[in-house]
Every structure is written in structure tokens, then in C-alpha cells.
């Protein structure tokens, strides 16, 4: 039997085998009816005495009797608070555990704790990043081409997102996409696909700035990094002195007396690879990566596009389970049949596992790349949760993302919940963001852990921003403004950025947040202004103030006052604006307008309508 048929072959068994349902055990509405399962009693809803009574086979008196010898009066319906419970099932003779509740339609909550004895290795999954023009291309296309015996393969590699190495009879996942960008976007979008980052760092050119981000990206999303030290083919070639470069970020080499495996190579000359790949094969034996094969496929979509004669095609990486052809998927808000499926190499397959990225052909929309998808045994199920993950996105959407700002750590801090504090620090001095950093820490309470990310000299970039928003993580600039198109991008993206001149402020303003008594200083911002030329009253909407806009705009519904002779007469909101016959919504300076205010109908000739807003402070000394 040739290797391909054998391949085959062995799949189809395993098609054969039935596999284990991610939601086998949907929990009801209310959750998962409470059991005893080997000495330990799992929940997961709050129980009255009555119901745990019945759960744990205990009478409901001797309940009440421990309870009462412990100073606690309840009665047989009170519903009994974790602890309680918890005290309850050891003092009986039970350990205990509360499961957490998650819906189909949350899949991407799910927890899956799979029984150790169905657990198998799975292949480490790799990105590769590193500055510009330091040879991550070069390297991921040289591994691909490494070794390959065409015709072995059966197929013409093409571009799917990612691509399955096989080294000593292992396999290596390589997202084919370098850089971070792509890696923090789909982090942002709460999917973490990488193990293991190779950090391309060329011998002749050393540690250059986007370095350096990839460690802070890599570093914030947990993954193990390897160092690939490449160009060695180069006269100019200087390993040392990268590995020097590399300690000053807290990247220090095995044989600098670190933990980091460090790989000299040339995508030129091919040197190395081989060291690379028993590298990552050897750290990712470290990390004990596994997965269960015998369940329903749960992953990642690596990228989606529309194919002109098949439809939406998707690359999924398959992070646990085994995706077989004629699956029932929902695949972020979309839903489809696998029609069909095939490797990197064009090979068609019947099924796949854990760790392989395959292109996919039957899904109903085109999915985006971070989406996580996973398979169900019934079309009925998956098109169910389709539909309700569609419907919830559409409402997210209309009600705005959320942003993770100050006021709502503070919130969190006060709703007593555990909670890490990430914050990005750029400053204009390396000093400056150290001392900050330092002095950040050493806040840090029981409730609340503070996590600088990254605390650096320079000025905030998107990829800070970028971070931030993977991270839920506040950026604090120390004496500096970040520009116009940074600001944007932090709006894109919900990030908060403050800016401060004194870092005893910025000190104040954190430790008042890990207090939970964070209140943010609400300021107010002059919009403009305009001049009531002349009054005149209309049916229906009474009376207009037909007014000249001097300075900046005037805004519906923005806060407004009404100023004669420097005397406040009036102070609420503008009702509505008017340019000739027309209802507008702001009118700039230069321009006529009709003003009328909510409730205030005195309006003279000579009056001064001041608009302004009222937004929250961002910077003090600013
Ligand atoms: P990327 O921007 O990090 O993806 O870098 P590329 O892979 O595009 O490589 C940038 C340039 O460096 C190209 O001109 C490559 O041919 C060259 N290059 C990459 N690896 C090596 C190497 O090992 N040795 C030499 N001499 N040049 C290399």
C-alpha cells in the first residue's frame, strides 16, 4: 500500500468512529441539573436547602441543624450561596464543583475539559513575525520548500493561510501570514490560534523597533518564543550581539543563561532550517500540546474570500477535534455543509484534526478571518445557532461595542470581581516609562493585578492601539500627544488613551480605579456660538431665534446657554436648528440659522446661544 491510500484508508476508520458533541450535554435553560459524579457534587446554579438536599442524598434536617450550630438561621426553600454550598459538600462528605453555564450560541466561551485518557498530541501551530525585510517570508516559504518531495506530497501548494510541515514524522503548523498585525487583529477578535512565535531577527541588522513589538505582542497573547537569527549567510552576520540586543527585552538566549532557544539560519543558503524545525518540535514537546480528535471540530478561520465559480471558501484551523466532509459547521454568524475540503497541497480529504488549517467549501456566507468556528452533529442544531449568533450580532452592532475604559474597570473593581488591569505605557524617555511602570506595580491589590504590557520610549502607534484593543488594555502616554490618525484608530477600536505630564497623576488616577473610586472629571467643550439677529415665532414650534453663527457650529440636542449682556439667562439644550426650511443638524459658522431652545421661548434680539457638550476629562496639565 502506497503512503497516500494508507493515509486514506486509516481516515476512514476514523470517519466511522462517533464523535463526541461540544454541547452533547447542552445544559438546559437553567443549567445543568446538579449530580454527584465519583465523590464530587458539580452545579450550577444556585441551589435552595430542598434541592440540595435531595443532590447530595442528605437530609434536609441535618442541612438546617449544621447550619444553625454555625449561627445561620434557613429555612427549606432558601436559596444558599456558593459558599454555603461549598461547606456543605465537605462537611457531608463531598468535593464540589460549579460548572459553568455556557449556551451553544456562546460557543467561543466554552471550556472544554477533556478527560485526560482521550487527550493525543497535537502539532504545534507557528507564526512567524519580526521587523520588515528581516526575512519572514523568505523563511516561512524555505520550510515549505524544505525536504519536499513533490510527487510524495500529491499536490501544487497553494495559498491558503497556512500550511502543515512534516518534519521526523511530527507536523508543524505554519500560518503563512507574517508580522503581528494580522496576528493581534484576530486577537482582538478574541481568538488566539498561535503556540509558538518565531521572532525573525536578521544577524546584520539586529534588534529594530518592530522587533521589539512582536516580543510585546507575543508576550501579551501567552505564546512561547523561538528566535530565529537569520542572514547568517551574510558577511556582516553578528549573532552575539543580537542576542545581547535581545536580553535588553528580557529575551534572553539559552546559552546567555535564558530559557529562550535561539536558531542561527540563512533562508538563503538553507542553513539552520532543520535546527529551526527540531526547535519548534522540541519547545512544543515542552508545552504538552493536545487535543482530543473524538469530537466535533472547534477553530479558527485563518481567512475567507469569495471564489467566483464555489462561493465563500474559508481556511479553518481546526484547534481541537476532527472536521470530516459533510459536517454541519457554523462558522462565526454564517452556517454551511462542508462540501468539500482540501489540504494546502489541493489534496482533497475526508477528514481532518487538530492543529491542520484547511480550505472549506459550503458555507452559506463569507466568514472573517478571527471567527471562530465549530461543528454540530444536526444541521438543525448548527442553522439554530447560526441564526441566534447572526441575531445577537445585529444587536451588538446596533447598541455599539463597548470600549473597556477607566469607568468601566472601576465598575468592575466595585461589582467585586477579580480582575486584571492591563495598561500600555509610552513615554518620551525610557527612564520615564520605567519609573511608571515601577511605580504602576506596586499598586496592584488583592482585587486587582496590574499588568503592564509594555513600557516603552516612543510615541504611540497603531500597533500600540492595536494591542491595547487585543489586550483590553489602557494606554497611558507620558508627555505625549499621539496624532490625529492614531486617535482615530483608537476610536476604531475602542481603546482609551490618557495623557499626562505628571506621573503622580497618572499614579492618582490608577490606584483611584483599583479602589473602585474612580469617578471620571467631566469637562465641558465649547462647540460655538451665534447672535440672535432677530425673533420671530412660527405655529407649531413657537419661538425661533433667527441667530448668526460667529464661531465653530451649533448642534441639535447639544447643551446650550443663552447669554445677554454677559448675564446666563438660560442653560439647557438646542431643540432644533432650521436652515431656511430644512431641519439640519448642526450649522457651521458663516451661517443663518433658526434656533429654538427646549423649553425657553424669551429669547431676545442681542442674545448669545453658547453650544458646548459635556465629555469626560481626558488630561490634566494638558
Ligand atoms: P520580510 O519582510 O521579513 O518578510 O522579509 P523577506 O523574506 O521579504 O526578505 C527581505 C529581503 O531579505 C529579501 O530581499 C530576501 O531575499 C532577503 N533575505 C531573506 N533571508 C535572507 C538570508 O538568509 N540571507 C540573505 N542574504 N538575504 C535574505
Known sequence: MDKKSQRFSGKKNENNKSRQSNFEMRPKKNGEAPKVNGG???????????????????????IIKYLFAQGKMVTINQVLDDDMIGELCLEFGYDFKKEKVVDATHFEELEIEDDPSKLEERSPVVTVMGHVDHGKTSIIDAIRHTNVAGKEAGGISQAIGAYQKEWKGKKVTIIDTPGHAAFTAMRARGASVTDIVVLVVAADDGVMPQTIEAIDHAKAAGSEII????????????????????????IVAEDFGGDILTVEVSAKTKQGLDDLLDAILLKAEMMELKANPNRYAIGTVLEANLDKGEGPKATLLIQNGTLNQGDHVVVGTTYGKIRRMNNELGVALKSAGPSSPVSVIGLEEVPEAGDRFMAFPSEKEAREVATARALKKKEEERAGTAALTLADLNNIVNSGKIQD???????????????LKANLEKLSNDQVRIKVLEARAGAISDSDVLLASASKAIIYGFNLRPDARVQEKAKEEHVEIRTYRIIYEILEEVEAVVKGMYQAEMVEHILGSAEVRHRYKLTDVGVVAGSYVVDGLLRVNAHARLIRDQVVVYEGKINSLARFKDRVKEVNKGYECGVTLSNYQDIKEGDIIECFEVIEKEEKNG
Not at 229 to 249: C, H, S, T
Not at 421 to 435: C, M, P, R
Open 40 to 62: 464530587v457534587f458539580i452545579y450550577s446554579k444556585p441551589l435552595s436547602v430542598s434541592e440540595l438536599s435531595e443532590a447530595i442524598n442528605t437530609p434536609i434536617n441535618a
Open 227 to 250: 528566535v530565529a537569527i537569520n542572514k547568517m549567510d551574510l558577511p556582516g552576520a553578528n549573532p552575539n550581539r543580537v542576542k545581547n540586543e535581545l536580553m535588553a527585552q528580557e
Open 421 to 435: 488591569f492591563n495598561i500600555l505605557i509610552k513615554a518620551d524617555t525610557q527612564g520615564s516609562a520605567e519609573s
